[in-house]
């Protein structure tokens, strides 16, 4: 990469300016509505610098979004390669995402108001595929748990929606209000009571008195 | 409500055309660049048609969110009416309100362009209050459930986020993806999977061969 004079001291710096100062934008103003001068003058630089590191407006949103992409594979990656019971993997796999949201929270917002907003002319980027991935790599998981005896059998696809749906909703929650109704250990309760609900009768962690 | 010549043949087909019309227009354009010419085209009116009915733009806005407003109340409403199991009620009140936004998709999106979009300067309209009473709702289900003896004691939290998480999460996809990945049928196996897991042991509908 050749870097011009103005931009070598400070690189790394400069570039997450651009970055932090357009999510920002991006989600008050609206994508559509930002100008490449808002981004530039917000980050204290000159457009030359933006065209540098990002090409555009367009190029600097994608490498937003390539960035919160890359960090949910990352998340299913990781699932690969830790062991441990399916619950275990699971309850990792939904705090491991939940966590890498919350320190993005702002390129979460900002997913959101381009998936739902008005057209905005923004590059397309295929946000379903998080959900369908997410639903697939839980199935897996699912049909792990059910193999293994750890799961009882039960209504896969439902137990499937509990678990994403319930997951996907207190993470909506997270950019929807502040303060927040419900945290990381509200989300493990969830999660902890649906999977006891399907847990073979002995397991049962939420009827500790009960019958088995 | 004094008529002009003009719209008095035909008021309410009128009035429906330029509320469904201008859904439309701020699902697809957005709000904000939706103008009054634009709607009155599309509804094959002339403005003071519109002026007459709802007096600008914001009026229209706000006839279709008080809409679904009231539709949400009879919802909940209609709950206080009826007797029957918690259980049956939760499901009622869930298929219920799933069947409600089903019958009003267009209106749904909208409300969803509008609270995660951009800024469009649309009048302020309390979306959240939709959710807080759901699990407020939900809550007093759950609390008469516990009381009857209907579900086990349990984290109330947990379940109610549990079960309201999935719902919204459901409902959602129906206004994301066109055909939906899941149905009325898949929200009710949803609830009842949860529910199950939370029944008294002698109840467990999910493990009918499992010792009791």
């Not at 959900?131 to 049909?143: G, N, S």
């Amino acid at each position: 990469m050749s870097t011009s004079p103005e931009i070598q001291p400070r690189q790394d710096d400069v570039r997450q300016r651009l970055i932090e100062k357009s999510i920002g934008l991006f989600v008050e103003r609206g994508y559509a509505a930002t100008t490449v001068r808002e981004i530039v003058e917000a980050a204290g630089v000159s457009k030359p610098v933006l065209y540098y590191y990002f090409k555009n407006k367009e190029g600097l949103y994608l490498e937003i979004m390539n960035g919160i992409g890359q960090l949910f594979d990352q998340q299913v990656e990781a699932l690969h390669s830790t062991g441990g019971t399916v619950r275990r993997r699971l309850l990792d796999f939904f705090t491991g995402m939940f966590d890498a949201a919350q320190e993005n929270l702002a390129v979460v917002r900002l997913a959101y108001t381009i998936y739902f907003g008005p057209p905005q002319g923004a590059p397309y980027i295929d946000f379903n595929r998080f959900f369908d991935q997410t639903l697939a790599t839980v199935d897996a998981l699912i049909i792990e748990g059910i193999n293994n005896g750890e799961i009882s059998p039960c209504n896969r696809s439902a137990l499937n929606w509990s678990l994403v749906g319930s997951y996907h909703t207190i993470l909506e929650d997270q950019i929807c209000r502040n303060p927040p109704r419900i945290d990381r250990d509200g989300l493990i309760a969830v999660i902890s009571l649906i999977l006891d609900g399907v847990a073979p009768q002995a397991d049962h962690q939420t009827f500790p008195g009960a019958d088995q």
